[in-house]
Structure formats: structure tokens, C-alpha cells
């Protein structure tokens, strides 16, 4: 019987395309290139998620690499958030769930500063039943832990648990603890997964 419904954030239900962002603020397709990897396909920036780096030091770090473009990576670091587009069709479905009465809990990865202000933004986050965001416990998906620090803090049985995440890897480690996984680009599953759920009650 499912009970609970989490939700991954980030290109679940608000959506971040890192090209297209920097494409809007850059011209140089060398600059994009450069930026992307050095800022979102490091392991500093998930360490800055874990809150086991500042944001002031990832800007240092990536600074000390990339000398020629500090002004720009402390730009982006400052503000790839704003960009982050609502998902509407997810959104929808949670709106949906909600009312359907289950409970909604949030699982994501997020520094501080950037989910502090999505909350402010996006008043529909506000609405949950509970989240656990990769910065409060310095955990990250797909981290095992992080799973089970969620399960803990809301008295959660994994049985009782979907989880709906873009990325494979973060859903099979939920489904290693007995928590069923969806990406939520299958809508269609999700919804008939649910419905069959119901139906078997």
C-alpha cells in the first residue's frame, strides 16, 4: 500500500537544462564548454550540495583553475538558479496526489542558499508533508544514507514509499531499501502504478 509519495526537485519538478543557461549569458561556445565542466560536472559542486564546501570556497576552486573566467564562474554560481523552469505536468501531478490524500515528502540535492530560495519562490514546495535536502544532513543522492535518514525522520516504511527521480541511479538505491522508484518522465506509469496500487487495497 502505497501512503507516501517523494519527489526529487531538480528536473522533476523544476527543470535546469545548464547549456541552455549559459547560452543566454554567454557568447563564446568555448566559455560555455569550459564553464559547464568546470562548475556543474565537478565533484566540488556535489560536495557544495553536501555542505561540505561553502559556496565561497567552490568559487575559489574554480577560480584557481579557470583564472581567465573568476568574473564569470562567480556569476553563474551566484545565479544558475534563477533559472529554474516549473515543470508543469509534474507539478500538476503532485497538485493531483495531494489531493488524492497522500503524503507528499521532498528528496533532494540542493545547497542551502538554493533551496532557501526556490521555497521563497516556488510556493508550491511549501506545501509538503515534510523534505530532507542534501545540505541539512550533508548526505547526497544516491547515497544509501540519505535514503534512510528520510525513511527516519518522518517514521516512513519504505514499503509504503514511491519515489519519483529523473536519474536511474537514485531511484535504484531507494529500490535497494524496499522504496518503489518511477522516473517521473513515465508519467503514464507512474499513474497506472498508482491506480493498480489503489485497486489492490
Do not use: H
Amino acid at each position: 500500500m502505497i501512503k507516501n509519495i517523494i519527489f526529487d526537485i531538480g528536473n522533476t519538478l523544476l527543470a535546469f537544462d545548464e547549456l541552455a543557461y549559459l547560452g543566454k549569458k554567454f557568447k563564446d561556445p568555448e566559455i560555455i564548454k569550459t564553464l559547464q565542466a568546470t562548475i556543474f560536472w565537478s565533484e566540488e559542486w556535489r560536495l557544495l550540495d553536501k555542505n561540505v564546501l561553502s559556496e565561497e570556497a567552490v568559487i575559489t576552486i574554480f577560480g584557481e583553475r579557470q583564472p581567465n573566467l573568476k568574473k564569470e564562474i562567480r556569476e553563474v554560481v551566484g545565479d544558475w538558479f534563477n533559472s529554474l523552469a516549473p515543470m508543469e505536468a509534474s507539478i500538476q501531478l503532485l497538485k493531483t496526489l495531494r489531493e488524492k490524500a497522500y503524503r507528499i515528502y521532498f528528496l533532494s540535492n540542493f545547497y542551502e542558499k538554493a533551496f532557501k530560495y526556490m521555497l521563497v519562490k516556488y510556493p508550491f514546495l511549501e506545501g509538503a508533508d515534510g523534505y530532507l535536502i542534501s545540505y541539512q544532513v550533508k548526505l547526497i543522492k544516491p547515497e544509501k544514507e540519505i535514503y534512510e535518514a528520510l525513511l527516519a525522520k518522518f517514521n516512513l516504511k519504505a514499503e509504503e514509499c514511491l519515489f519519483l527521480d529523473d536519474l536511474e541511479e537514485n531511484l535504484e538505491a531507494g529500490r535497494k531499501l524496499g522504496i518503489k522508484g518511477i522516473n517521473i518522465k513515465n508519467l503514464t506509469e507512474i499513474r497506472e502504478f498508482l491506480t493498480k496500487a489503489s485497486a489492490q487495497e
